[in-house]
């Protein structure tokens, strides 16, 4: 990081300025340390919100922090759920261990603990976060781009190749790049409260009535819980402001029948509603989204965050990549073209879900019956739990070949597997993409393959050893992600490899490195 005069009241210059510092931003600034390019996220809060909004991490998600020897750490002191409810069906809920992964469960951790343990991550990695510093004006050019922030001593500039917006639903990087944002807007009025009861025995709920949906949780002796209610019909004013103790009360009683007292303390209150909204594009120029500034939805089934997490390990290695002059216009323009679709098809089954859980009794309810008994078939049950966690990605992009001819690794995740045939011991392939670098992974002995790649060992590593793939690959070239950009067959030839090579991770060390941006 580069300093020009003092600190608030300067030009700073950086490789890539990453505004917010929730935890999408702060996954990112992570990815891009990892990746070895400046990083510098500007969170206009002073302190974290500390508001616990998301607290599932699924399955995809938690292989990816495993990717990067985080995982440990998540799990530490977490409960975590084989299974979760669809749409509020509880009799029969999704079952994780029909996934065909290592890690077949969801980790409960709250969003205020993700938060600290990225930050801490970023922070370990050389990321300089700064709180209660606030984008303001923000500008690009063919070089780079500037922004203008309001910090504690007053405004500055920043001066940097590349800026993420970070910020949430509500983007300053998204509408000052001119991005357009466009969706449905909200129909539904939803709150949901950290407060206490002094009201003992609360039933512990999750329950559609005739004038909405409401779900508490309370401990049997009364104190601290949570509550949340739903009415449909009721798109929220722009105008309401903060959400009062009184709000929620008046909430609950008219959603469950009866009233239930709510009281101080309160840890948190908010409101929500149904807005799907994605952006137009995930980058322009040298300005790019990530998170709920390119995707905002019902917060149903916990997706939000997870494909935040997912879009900044997405773009993260792509993004260190081009800032070091190897990575390709064309690989960057990949992060738009990937993950896109995924939020798009977020947003499909979170406002299916939604039409799910009305209380319509005459309509609503058979078809629920319905979805109940398509659950209790395992490849139905696998179909919506892949949706849920992720972990039906696969990316067709920047192939050689059609999707429908590309062999049917290419695109799909290889985090999951464990290398075998070694004289170590067996070792899963997520534990070799700790440093963050694309690898090799020989499983058939092809001294040809190991040999095309040798002019890439400055950015790609090689291993040798075997795994269950079916169907079966003699090799896998793994991005930094997991995610596999070029499977190869024993028809696969050595240019093959080379080609896939090229496109993904630039030009062979022989023939030079692209110009530095």
């Known amino acids: 990081m580069m300093h020009n005069g003092n600190a608030d009241e300067a030009t700073l210059t950086t490789d890539v300025v990453v505004v917010g510092g929730g935890p999408v931003g702060l996954m990112l600034a992570g990815e891009l340390r990892a990746g070895g390019v400046e990083a510098l996220v500007l969170e206009k809060l002073v302190e974290p919100a500390g508001h616990d909004r998301a607290g599932a991490l699924h399955t995809r998600t938690v292989e990816m922090l495993d990717l990067r020897g985080l995982l440990d750490r998540f799990l530490e002191g977490t409960q975590v759920a084989k299974g979760l409810p ?90 000052l790049a001119g991005i357009g944002f466009p969706g449905t807007g909200a129909t539904v009025r939803a709150l949901i409260g950290y407060v206490a009861t002094p009201e003992r025995d609360v039933p512990r709920c999750w329950e559609r009535t005739p004038d909405g949906i409401l779900v508490l949780a309370f401990p049997p002796e009364g104190g601290t819980g949570r509550a949340v209610v739903i009415e449909y019909g009721h798109a929220p004013a722009a105008d309401e402001g903060p959400v009062t103790l009184e709000d929620l009360n008046a909430a609950v009683a008219r959603v469950r029948g009866t009233p239930l007292k709510l009281t101080e303390p309160v840890t948190w209150l908010s409101r929500f509603g149904d807005a799907s909204r994605q952006a137009e594009r995930y980058r322009s120029g040298r300005v790019l989204l990530a998170g709920d500034a390119a995707h905002v939805h019902f917060p149903i089934g916990g997706q939000g965050l997870n494909t935040g997490l997912q879009d900044a390990v997405n773009l993260g290695w792509k993004l260190a990549a081009r800032v070091r002059g190897w990575g390709s216009e064309e690989l960057l323009d990949t992060y738009h073209d990937e993950r896109h679709p995924v939020a798009e098809r977020v947003l499909l089954n979170t406002r299916a879900q939604l039409a799910l859980m009305r209380p319509d009794e005459q309509h609503t309810t058979p078809l629920r019956g319905f979805i109940e008994e398509l659950l209790g078939i395992d490849e139905v049950n696998r179909y919506f739990g892949r949706m849920i966690t992720g972990t039906d990605v696969r990316y067709t992009t920047f192939t050689s070949a059609s999707p429908g001819q590309a062999h049917p690794w290419t695109g799909c995740f290889a985090g999951r597997l464990v290398l075998s045939g070694r004289p170590e011991e067996p070792v899963p392939v997520a534990e070799l993409l700790r440093p963050a670098r694309p690898l090799l992974l020989d499983l058939a002995g092809r001294a040809d393959l190991r040999e095309a790649a040798r002019p890439w060992a400055d950015r790609v590593s090689v291993v040798a050893g075997e795994a269950a793939v079916e169907p079966s690959a003699q090799a896998l070239l793994v991005r930094p992600d997991g995610y596999v950009a070029w499977a190869g067959s024993s028809a696969d030839t050595a240019d093959e490899l080379r080609a896939g090579l090229a496109r993904w991770f630039g030009p062979p060390a022989a023939e030079g490195r692209r110009p530095a941006l």
């Open 86 to 175: 669809f749409a509020g069906i509880f009799s029969q809920g999704l079952n994780f261990s029909l996934l065909d992964t290592r890690h077949p469960y969801t980790a409960l951790v709250p969003q205020s603990r993700t938060e600290v343990l990225l930050a801490e991550h970023a922070h370990q990695a050389g990321a300089e976060i700064r709180r209660g510093h606030e984008v303001t004006g923000l500008r690009q050019d063919a070089e780079g781009v500037e922004v203008t922030v309001e910090g504690p001593r007053g405004p500055y500039r920043v001066r940097a190749r590349y800026a993420v917006g970070c910020d949430g639903g509500r983007s300053a990087v998204r509408r």
